[in-house]
């Protein structure tokens, strides 16, 4: 039935940034569908954790800061979640973050922390995942891309850089790993409500343009990415390398 592709049952799935937002709804959403959860996260996951259990889940939580962590440290994460949880069949790079500042006064900081967590980070976990994953036969690696993978932004260029090397180790990922069974695509969400959009959902101006710019007429919500996310989990895109999936209410399409 195809339906059973969509099963998640015996997985075990890596979440970083996990805790809130859109990383604790795709942990909700893999869970709902089978899967035992390790969470990422530079502070602890308790809502996460909780939601988790109740579901009958197992769950392992890594304190680590990205802003820090070294690739002594990631290799350690995946090391540790093999340990405890017996496996890793799905890696999710979430966790993410943004600086707003015009690019004539962007300042050095701004541009490492932010390539440091939402790009060099997402490559080396990968890269720790993928040697777990070669021997076990095969994987599912997800990255959280963004609308800026596929277009300029303003006033966000580390960001921009950033989702914009997500996009291409994706593809150069998946060119790579595709024989070894492991499949990595990307997510790319839109306007969603988030931390990272609070400065825009809070500015009136701001907010309406972007409102009246998505068909879908409303911010996206963690739960939008649920589907999405066990699809690209699950063997039901078995066939499914290098793409970058927008679920972003049709800005795109606009």
Same mark, same amino acid.
């Given at each position: 039935m195809i339906l059973d592709l969509f099963k998640l $049952?015996? %997985? /075990? !799935?890596? /979440?970083?940034? !996990? *805790?809130? *937002?859109l990383g604790q709804g795709m942990s909700l959403g893999l869970a709902e569908a089978g899967a035992d959860i390790a969470s990422l996260d530079r502070t602890g996951c308790e809502g996460t954790c909780e939601s988790i259990r !109740? =579901? *009958?889940?197992?769950?392992h939580e890594a304190v680590? $800061? +990205?802003r820090e962590a070294s690739v002594e440290q990631l290799n350690e994460v995946v090391a540790n979640v093999v340990k405890e949880l017996g496996r890793i069949d799905i890696l999710v790079n979430n966790a993410g973050t943004i600086r707003r500042t015009p690019a004539i006064d962007f300042s050095? %900081? $701004?541009?490492?922390? &932010? +390539?440091?967590?939402? =790009?060099k980070a997402a490559f080396f976990l990968s890269q720790a995942v993928g040697r777990a994953m070669i021997p076990q036969g095969g994987g599912k690696i997800i990255n959280v891309a963004s609308m800026l993978s596929f277009q300029g932004g303003i006033n966000v260029p580390s960001y921009t850089a950033s989702k914009s090397g997500i996009a291409g180790i994706t593809r150069a990922l998946a060119n790579e790993w #595709? %024989?070894?069974n492991?499949? &990595?695509n990307a997510i790319a969400p839109g306007y969603m409500a988030t931390d990272n959009t609070a400065a825009l959902r809070a500015d009136p101006n701001r907010s309406t343009s972007i409102l009246d710019r998505i068909p879908a007429a409303r911010w996206g919500t963690p739960d939008d +990415? %649920?589907?999405? &996310? /066990?699809? =690209? #989990?699950s063997s039901a895109s078995d066939y499914l390398n290098g793409a970058i999936i927008p679920v972003d209410g049709g800005w795109l399409a606009r």
């Amino acid at each position: 039935m195809i339906l059973d592709l969509f099963k998640l $049952d015996g %997985k /075990v !799935a890596l /979440v970083t940034g !996990a *805790g809130q *937002g859109l990383g604790q709804g795709m942990s909700l959403g893999l869970a709902e569908a089978g899967a035992d959860i390790a969470s990422l996260d530079r502070t602890g996951c308790e809502g996460t954790c909780e939601s988790i259990r !109740a =579901l *009958g889940r197992k769950y392992h939580e890594a304190v680590v $800061d +990205l802003r820090e962590a070294s690739v002594e440290q990631l290799n350690e994460v995946v090391a540790n979640v093999v340990k405890e949880l017996g496996r890793i069949d799905i890696l999710v790079n979430n966790a993410g973050t943004i600086r707003r500042t015009p690019a004539i006064d962007f300042s050095e %900081k $701004d541009w490492d922390d &932010v +390539l440091q967590i939402n =790009l060099k980070a997402a490559f080396f976990l990968s890269q720790a995942v993928g040697r777990a994953m070669i021997p076990q036969g095969g994987g599912k690696i997800i990255n959280v891309a963004s609308m800026l993978s596929f277009q300029g932004g303003i006033n966000v260029p580390s960001y921009t850089a950033s989702k914009s090397g997500i996009a291409g180790i994706t593809r150069a990922l998946a060119n790579e790993w #595709a %024989k070894h069974n492991i499949n &990595v695509n990307a997510i790319a969400p839109g306007y969603m409500a988030t931390d990272n959009t609070a400065a825009l959902r809070a500015d009136p101006n701001r907010s309406t343009s972007i409102l009246d710019r998505i068909p879908a007429a409303r911010w996206g919500t963690p739960d939008d +990415l %649920k589907g999405t &996310v /066990v699809f =690209l #989990a699950s063997s039901a895109s078995d066939y499914l390398n290098g793409a970058i999936i927008p679920v972003d209410g049709g800005w795109l399409a606009r």
